[in-house]
């Protein structure tokens, strides 16, 4: 089965670094995602993304974050200041063309913050 | 977006048929229900989706109401590697405009 690819596993930073998690999506799907799992809470929808834009974003997503998908393979999710609160498992996912097609998704970045 | 209430926790035994049971009682007329697996540690995975009636897969089946104002997930006999959570999420996913959102979904503990 096609696989979401996430890199890197594991990104420790300081308080007020600025961090990028890079996501390499299934290659013929048109919609990419972010979410994020603080431990032991539930997934939370960051921001999708389709034609080049944002389509959706939620509360979460303020100003410090970013999505980019700089060359038609890489789907990126920056951090301009990190918080220590931003602490989570950042999860990528992309889905295809159809209404109702299935998330894939990968299998995250812990992302700790110091 | 119709919202989803499911139990926090279950708890069964090995070689049981566990169902989880899922209220959407605000779903739209064009929404689908679709669930989803996570182990510790990995991202979420699809398991199965519908929009009424019955559907069954490798994995699991997925019976809908008439109503569809609830659905039952039942996984046939469980093996302890079926202890995650399991997510029902209910809305239409269309392109451009989606914000597919999770609850807080079930802790499945299958017990030997």
């Known amino acids: 089965e096609p696989e979401v690819t996430q890199t890197p596993s594991h990104q420790v930073t300081q308080m007020g670094q600025e961090v990028i998690l890079r996501c390499v999506p299934i290659s013929n799907h048109l919609y990419f995602y972010w979410y994020r799992q603080i431990l032991g809470q539930k997934v939370e929808f960051l921001v999708s993304f389709y034609n080049n834009e944002i389509s959706e974003k939620s509360e979460i997503f303020d100003d410090q974050f970013s999505v980019e998908r700089p060359d038609g393979s890489n789907f990126t999710l920056k951090i301009r200041s990190t918080k220590l609160e931003d602490s989570a498992m950042y999860f990528c996912?992309?889905?295809?063309?159809?209404?109702?097609?299935?998330?894939?998704f990968g299998s995250g970045t812990q992302l700790s913050v110091l | 977006l119709a919202k989803t209430t499911q139990p926090i926790s279950m708890d069964s035994y090995e070689g049981q048929e566990v169902n989880i049971t899922c209220s959407h009682n605000?779903?739209?007329?064009?929404?689908?229900i679709t669930w989803y697996q996570q182990f510790p540690s990995q991202g979420p995975r699809f398991i199965i989706q519908?929009?009424?009636t019955k559907v069954t897969n490798e994995v699991a089946s997925l019976f809908i109401p008439a109503d569809r104002k609830s659905s039952t997930l039942s996984l046939p006999r469980v093996s302890l590697s079926d202890t995650a959570v399991y997510y029902c999420?209910?809305?239409?996913?269309?392109?451009?405009?989606?914000?597919?959102?999770f609850g807080k979904g079930t802790r499945l503990h299958i017990l030997p």
């Open positions: 996912a992309s889905s295809g063309t159809g209404i109702n097609e299935k998330l894939f």
């Open positions: 999420l209910v809305g239409l996913r269309r392109g451009g405009d989606d914000k597919i959102i």
């Open positions: 605000n779903i739209a007329t064009n929404d689908y």
């Open positions: 519908g929009y009424k």
